[in-house]
């Protein structure tokens, strides 16, 4: 069981995990468990004050360190009474090191997890200094807070406990655990208006369409992320055939561009 503990002033927006698909069967099946935290409700006005201008001025807001520890002191309390290890405790935040698949499977090592969600400009930076143990992007980009974030994470942690994915689709099969993309995929009809189903995989024959998956991903990693293809080289992921391919379509790809 992998306990979530999640601090947010919008918990509404979880049953996006609640409510639908492999994390809401999990959350049922009790392989995960999701507990949600409103720092309005560890605030002492009665206007339940979450956030303040920022000293030294400039745009937006600033989220107040007391009711985000008010709301990490109830957790930490609640964890203890459950005789559970407290794991790190993270803030969803654009300043944060990136996530990847290392870090999930890094984090899936913890029964607990506290995820601070931050909203407005910023967070008091002494919160930060003072109770978070690192703080986490999900890219470059900027969305408007931290709760799809903390939801993106979540979903890839709990679709890594063992027996919520089924055999079939186990996480062991998930792309970034090959290092390569994808193949592409295709179902009925076999001609959707002329456009046509590859003949290899209506073949039957399996060690070519096997071949041909293995050669479909090598080309798209190779075109959209020549990074992943180096990944895969240093750790020595590639077969020698795959290196023929590579070479092969990386000389055709050279030809094509003169032509
Ligand atoms: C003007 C400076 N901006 C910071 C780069 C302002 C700002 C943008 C977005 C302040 C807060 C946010 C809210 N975003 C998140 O909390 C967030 C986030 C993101 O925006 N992109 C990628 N990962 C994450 S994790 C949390």
């Known amino acids: 069981m ?3 503990d999640t601090i947010t002033i919008f918990p509404e927006m979880f049953s996006a995990l609640t409510e639908f698909g492999v994390t809401s069967r999990a959350l049922k099946m009790q392989k995960a468990q999701l507990s949600l935290w409103n ?24 989220m107040m360190v007391a009711p985000l520890e008010g709301a990490l002191d109830a957790i930490k309390q609640d964890v203890a009474v459950h005789h559970l290890i407290a794991g ?4 969803l935040s654009p300043q944060g090191r990136l996530l990847n698949q290392a870090l999930v499977d890094e984090l899936g090592g913890h029964s607990q997890i506290t995820l601070v969600c931050g909203r407005y ?11 978070v143990d ?33 055999d079939e689709q186990s996480a062991e099969q998930d792309s970034f655990k090959n290092g390569l993309l994808d193949c592409p995929h295709y179902t009925r009809p076999e001609n959707y ?56 379509f990386e000389e055709n790809s050279v030809k094509n561009k003169l032509s």
Request: proline residues 6%; aromatic residues 8%.
């Open 2 to 4: 992998m306990r979530f």
């Open 39 to 62: 720092p309005r409700d560890y605030t002492t006005d009665t206007r339940r004050t979450v956030d303040d201008r920022a000293y030294g001025g400039g745009p937006g807001m600033v």
């Open 88 to 91: 790190p405790t993270i803030l």
């Open 121 to 131: 400009e910023a967070v008091d930076q002494r919160f930060i200094e003072r109770r």
């Open 134 to 166: 690192f703080e986490l992007s999900l890219g470059d980009f900027v969305v408007s807070g931290g709760e799809i974030p903390a939801m993106m994470l979540m979903d890839s942690l709990i679709r890594q406990i063992p027996g919520v994915l089924g």
């Open 193 to 248: 208006e002329n456009f046509f189903v590859p003949d290899v995989l209506l073949g039957g024959h399996h060690a070519k369409i096997t071949d041909w998956r293995r050669q479909q991903a090598l080309m798209a990693t190779q075109t959209r992320r020549p990074d992943l293809i180096e990944k895969a080289r240093r750790n020595q992921w590639l077969s020698p055939s795959d290196e023929e391919f590579l070479r092969e």
